[in-house]
Structure formats: C-alpha cells, structure tokens
C-alpha cells in the first residue's frame, strides 16, 4: 500500500480511528459469508499555490481496486508556521479515469472543445492550523482516480494531504448470464452485492428481478442500483421494485469487457430478510470482421517472405472467399469495423492509422466502428481529436447527413436525428458532417482511461430506407497530442509529473489565456509586444558605459565578461518573447544558460575587482568562480543561491580585504571621501533599487518594464562601482604596453650599464 510505510504514532492512531469510523454494519453487509477487507493509501503533501495555469493545480492520483464498495477520502489541510491570517478556501475537484478538466479562471476553451463541469468541494482553512474533510464514495468504478486542489489567491503556506480508504469485498458473487440466481438480501443495513461480466459486442442488456418475497411472507419492496459511481458525473441507474411482480430494466450500449456493479438494497422493514431472483441477458451483436482478416492478410503478403508449402493456396482462398463474405456480413450484422493501428510516437503522443486508408466507407443499415485504444494507463494526460472530413462526390443522396458518436468504454449502435451519443452509463460526444458542411472536430480534453469508440453512420431526411442503397466516404483523423495546437503561438506546451503519472498543459504568455492559450480577452497587442521586446533587449546596451570604463582602466577581463553577459541577454529576451517578435540566434535552452552564466558571473568578477586583490589571487578566484557557478546553474538553474551564493562569498573577500587594507593603511579604505561620495555610494544605492525592483515589484504583467529597469540600474551600478586604475598606468595604457614593449627593456639596460 503506497505511503504507509513506517508512519509516526499519532499518525497510526487517526488511521485507526477513520478505519473503526466506517459506518456500522458495514464489516457484514452481505452477510455472514461475505469477507470484506479494508485498504489504506496515501501521497506525500504538496504546497499549494495561486492557480494562473494547469501547472499550479497539485495532483493526486489513485488507483482503486475491483469490487470496492465503499471508498473514503481523507483531505487534511494545514497551515504553515507563521502569523495567524484570515481563512482561506481550498478548492478541490476530483475525477475517474483522467485528470479534472477546470477552469478557475473562467476563461474561454479552444473551439470545438468539450468541457464538462468538475465535481468540486471548498475546504475553508479559517485561523486553525488543520482542516479534516471526508469525500465518501459508495460502489465507486475502478480504475484511476483524480484529486487537484488550488488556491483560489496567493497567501500563506498552505498544504493538502490526501489519504485514500478503501472497503473491498474479496467474494463478490457473480451473476451468469442467462441463468436465474436466487440471492438473499438479510436486512436494509445490509445490502446485496453482485456483479455480472459485460462480453465484448454487447448491444443491449436486459435486468430482471422477481420472486421477491420477504422472510415474513409480506410484499418486499427493494431498490436495485447498477452500476458504478464516476465523478465529475454519474450514470448509475436506479430500479425500484415493489412486490412479487418482475420488475426489469433494459440498458443500451452496456461497457464492453468490464465488470458491472448490481447492489440490492432492502426498503423494508428493519428485521425482515429477502429473497430474490435475478437474472441478467445480453443481446450481442456480430460485427462484420472480415475487412479486419483481409488487411491482416494483405500487410503480410506485403512483407517478402521465403515461401511455405500452402502459403499461396491459402492466400488465393481467402481472396476468392472475401467478396461473398464481405457482402454476406454488410447485411447480416450490426456494424462494420474498421481495423485501426494505434502509433505511439512520444510521450502522450499517438496517431491513429487506418489500414483501409484515412477514408472509411459509411452506409445506412449499419453503423461504421473505430476503435481507439486509450487504456494503457498514460494516455489521459493529454488532448485526443478526432476529426472528420467527408467527400461530397461519394454521397449519393444529396441531403444525407453523416451521424457521429465518439464514446469511451462502449459504442452507440443506433444513431438518428435526434440521437444524443448517450450510452448505458456514460454521455458521447456527437458530430456530423454534410454536403453544407463537409468538416468537423472534436477536442477531447483529458480523455479517460479506456477504450474510446467512434461511430457513423449514414442518415437520410426522408428515413432510413430511403437510402439502403446509398453510401458515402467519410475521412477520418484522430490522434492524440501533449497540448492542441501546442498551445499556439502565444504559449508553452509543458509536461509535467506526478509519482510517475505525466499529464501536459499550456503555460501562456502576453496576456493570453486559456486552456490552450486561445483566449485574447486581456492579451497584449502587437505594439505593445515590439515595445516589450526593444526594452528588454535594448536595455542591455546600457552595459556599454560600464565595458568603456573597464577598458579605460585596464579591466579588460571584467570588460570580456560584460561584453559576454550584454550579448546572450540581448539574444535570450529577444528569443524569450511570445507572439511575433520573437528572434532565436541559437536553442533557447542555451541562451537562457548564457544568460543566467553571465548575469551571475559579472556580479563574482566586479565585487572581486572592488576587493583589489593581488592579480594572481584575482584571476584565479575568476576562474574557480566561474566553474562553480556553471556547476551550480547546471544543477539548478533557478535556485535562489545561484546569485546569493556568489554574492555573499565575494562581499566577505571584499570586506576582509577592505579591512586588511586599512588596517595595513592605518586609515579607513578606500581612504578618499570623492570615491565613497561620487562612486561607492551611487553604486551601491543603485544596486539595492535594482535588487528591490528584481525581488518585489517584478510580476508576470510587468515583467518587461521592470526587468528593463534592473539591467539599466546593474549596468549603471557597475560603471560606479568598478575601482580606479592603478596610479603607474595611463589611460589606455594597454595599447602603449603592446607597442613598446621593446623599447621598455632597452631603457632598463641603460639604467643598468650606468650604474655598472
């Protein structure tokens, strides 16, 4: 069980507690025979945060076994150490099969996107320090489950817990179909549980109960419930039967392949037992599944192959055989599948192919069905579209309209006018394509985990047989991407992690908003982003100033590395920028490591230069500086001791040798009052404003003004700071030095044949 190794006494203590603190009767609810075990799972808190994008939501994800009945969420929310502030409220949404879709913003989707409402709780954190909530769930489906929680405004430290109990019955009877099952239900307080196995092509299932008759030969009235409960919506269905009357319900479309729930609760009297007969049928439906033979067969005969006895008589039987049954199977079964080969191409990325080609034939009689596996547990992470194109010269019937249902977990086998995509226990997605309009889409955000189904199928204004004998050509795409549209031009696909889960979303940019950063109601115009762009990177060319002086007093290392930091932070915000003025002279991961790598490294070498160390002790505390601090951004390029590291280390050798000097020197250093007025102090008060405007006034809505002012205040800061020249060397001595070198030495041996 994740997470419950070696927990802490008190910790044991409430576990035991929300464990004796089930309801009653539950240990023996179907009855004495039953076995029910108890589960416990649980995720390491996260701090939660201020949501602007997907990122900022913090994830939980669990997995809740088969033949659970009961399952109890534990949410703990506490307050970090600090000043006691006003209540806050947490929001939390919760999801099976894929991660909550949620909108906190209120901010437009992109078009032909579907979004259904999140079940969301508010967790109110008032001046306590911890806030306990329980989410009971009662026969939940299995599978994958979903938490994200936020905050709704940046405040304090605030963290959520979630803890997850579940009550799994070991022995559940299973109910076969077709075969009438007497069961018992012992009281109200304890409810019957059985299950029945929906097969593969299941069209329809038929539920019937009678002989119910109660332990004290009265009429029984219970209440029968099928299926499981999902959140953001449930479609479980309800039976009421009074009587000794059958009572039955029929279920369109039931999920193929799973197990199906069935709880029969008693409304009778408290001491009275019930016995009842139930029994479950299925009306299966026989695909047309020759197409899917026949490409199996051609993609071999397509490979070169050394020849078998056999091979080439088998071939030529299943050729001669495939017109008749073909035909036979288009009027005889339900629906025709297309065979569909799933392409995984990277990280929540995957295309869809057809092996009959992108156009599939679609008819009247029967829905056309495609097949798109998403059930390997890391498809639900991303975005999956299906979009449909038609060719208006393959319909026969000039106002047929093409009909289609995406849905997961079972197909919709009858689609009409009026048709809804809805199936036994979930809700489709419709589209329709026509001669007046030929395209559709679909944007599925957050797909859950499973089989997802794509129907079609031909339908005449006039009826069905108005059109047996018509057919059309329908194209169909679907594919499965990180971020729609990768998020545009205006924002940032990312992928994140959660215990090994990866999910994406868009981290937009320029005012732009949105899901898929589609929405420009508070986005930035065009001019706004040029003035954004030639400030952020003309703002650089304040460092020149500061590389004349180095080069005026003979600082030509200090000069190098201005000149370096001036030119990846130019080409980095240039290549930062969103939308149209953007300019990448190389990978921005590379320029934004420059950039980081010079900012930081400019500051080691000025402060050393400001300490006026003897130049072997200088350059090679330049150098081991600079690795270290290479080292460091590597590591973690972000990290707040990347600069206040460096910082605070090259200010105490400053210190220390300022106090070397002047305790050497017997006078304050640097000794002149002009240095300290109209440099030191000028510099320094310009260091600090930039440093408060970098650390407090910098916001994502005023970046490109207020980053502009801190590099003209550190540019301007580090013509002040740097120190004077030394007092034997001219200005411009290093030329002088390069040229006259020779007549340097020749002076010294005059002095010294003098002497001699």
């Known amino acids: 069980m994740a997470g419950a190794a070696g927990p802490p006494v008190p910790r044991l203590l409430l576990l035991l507690l929300q464990l004796l603190a089930l309801p009653a009767g539950r240990a023996d609810r179907a009855g004495p025979d039953s076995l ?54 947490i929001t939390v949404h919760f999801r099976h099969g894929a991660p909550p879709v949620i909108n906190p913003l209120g901010t437009r989707f992109p078009a032909n996107a579907t979004v259904r409402p999140s079940y969301n709780i508010s967790i109110t954190l008032s001046s306590a320090v911890q806030n ?13 489950w979903f938490i994200a929680a936020h905050l709704p405004q940046a405040a304090g430290r605030i963290e959520v817990k979630a803890d997850m109990f579940v009550l799994r019955l070991t022995d559940m009877p299973v109910l076969e179909p077709g075969v009438p099952m007497p069961h018992t239900v012992v009281s109200p307080a304890k409810p019957l549980h059985v299950k029945v196995f929906v097969p593969k092509h299941a069209a329809a299932m038929r539920f019937q109960l ?16 099928l299926g499981s409960i999902t959140l953001p919506q449930s479609f479980q269905r309800s039976l009421t039967c009074t009587g000794s009357t059958n ?35 299925f009306t299966v439906c026989r695909p047309g599944s020759s197409s899917s033979f026949l490409n199996f067969i051609s993609l071999n005969q397509s490979q070169p192959a050394p020849h078998r006895p056999g091979a080439a008589g088998s ?43 992108p156009s599939v034939p679609v008819s009247s009689l029967s829905p056309t069905l495609l097949l798109l596996n998403l059930n390997t547990g890391m498809d639900s992470g991303g975005s999956l579209v299906v979009s449909l194109l038609l060719n208006k010269t393959s319909v026969s019937l000039a106002n047929a309209t093409v009909a289609a249902c995406v849905s997961a977990a079972s197909p919709v086998l009858s689609l009409n006018a009026t048709q809804n995509c809805s199936t036994a226990f979930s809700q489709g997605y419709p589209l329709s394509v026509s001669t007046s309009s030929a395209e559709a889409m679909l944007i599925v955000l957050y797909p859950q985990t499973d089989d997802w189904f794509l129907s079609l199928q031909l339908l005449c204004p006039r009826g069905q047989g108005a059109c ?12 499965l991407t990180p971020c729609f549209n990768d998020c545009g031009p205006y924002g940032q696909c990312s992928l994140l992690r959660r215990h090994g889960f990866l999910y994406a979303g868009c981290s937009c940019k320029a005012g732009w908003g949105g899901w898929s950063c589609t ?44 000149t370096y930091t001036m030119f990846f932070s130019t080409f980095y915000h240039a290549c930062d920028q969103p939308g149209v003025a953007v300019l990448c002279i190389m990978d921005y991961d590379t320029l934004q490591y420059c950039d980081f790598l010079g900012s930081v490294v400019s500051i080691w070498v000025t402060i050393l230069c400001m300490a006026r160390l003897k130049k072997i002790l200088k350059y090679v505390l330049f150098v081991l500086g600079t690795l270290l601090i290479a080292m460091s951004l590597q590591l973690d390029r972000r990290g707040v001791w990347n600069m206040m590291g460096p910082c605070l280390f090259a200010l ?75 007092k034997h060397k001219k200005p411009w001595a290093w030329p002088q030095k390069l040229t006259c070198r020779y007549q340097i030495c020749q002076n010294d041996r005059e002095e010294l044949y003098a002497v001699t």
């Open 315 to 357: 071939s030529a039987l299943a050729a001669a055989g495939a017109p008749q049954n073909a035909s036979g199977q288009r009027s005889s079964s339900c629906l025709q599948s297309q065979p569909v080969v799933r392409e995984d191409l990277d990280v929540v990325s995957v295309r869809y192919r057809l092996l009959n080609g």
């Open 132 to 144: 306990t909530t329980f989410v009971n769930v009662t026969t939940p489906a299995a599978g994958d």
């Open 247 to 281: 009572c039955s319900l029929a279920l369109e479309s039931p999920p193929w392949e799973k197990w199906l729930q069935i709880m029969v609760e008693s409304l009778g009297t408290a001491n009275a037992s019930v016995s009842v007969e139930m029994l479950a049928s």
């Open 652 to 726: 105490l050798i400053m210190v220390t040798a300022w106090v070397h000097h002047g305790a050497k020197r017997r006078h304050c250093y640097p000794s002149s009052w002009k240095r300290w007025v109209f440099y030191l102090l000028p510099g320094i008060t310009l260091a600090f404003i930039a440093i408060s405007v970098y650390a407090f006034m910098e916001t994502n809505e005023n970046y490109y003004y207020t980053h502009s002012i801190w590099h003209v205040l550190v540019a301007c800061s580090v013509a002040f700071l740097l120190p004077p020249r030394d």
């Open 36 to 89: 029910y075990v108890s589960e416990y799972f649980s995720q390491s808190a996260q701090k939660l945060s201020f949501y602007s994008w997907y990122g900022n939501a913090k994830l939980f994800h669990f997995h809740v076994p088969e033949d659970t009945v009961l399952l109890r969420w534990l949410l703990q929310a506490s307050r970090g150490k600090g000043p006691e502030c006003t209540s806050m409220e």
């Open 519 to 562: 929405d420009d109601s508070k986005a930035q115009t065009v001019g706004t982003q040029n003035l954004a762009t030639l400030l952020l990177t003309l703002s650089n060319l304040m460092f020149l100033p500061a590389i004349a002086v180095a080069v005026y007093r003979f600082y030509l290392v200090e000069a190098s590395v201005y």
């Open 210 to 225: 009678s002989s119910c008759v109660t332990s004290e030969q009265r009429a029984c009235t219970v209440r029968v419930l």
């Open 468 to 479: 047996a004998s018509a057919e059309g050509r329908v194209s169909v795409f679907a594919y």
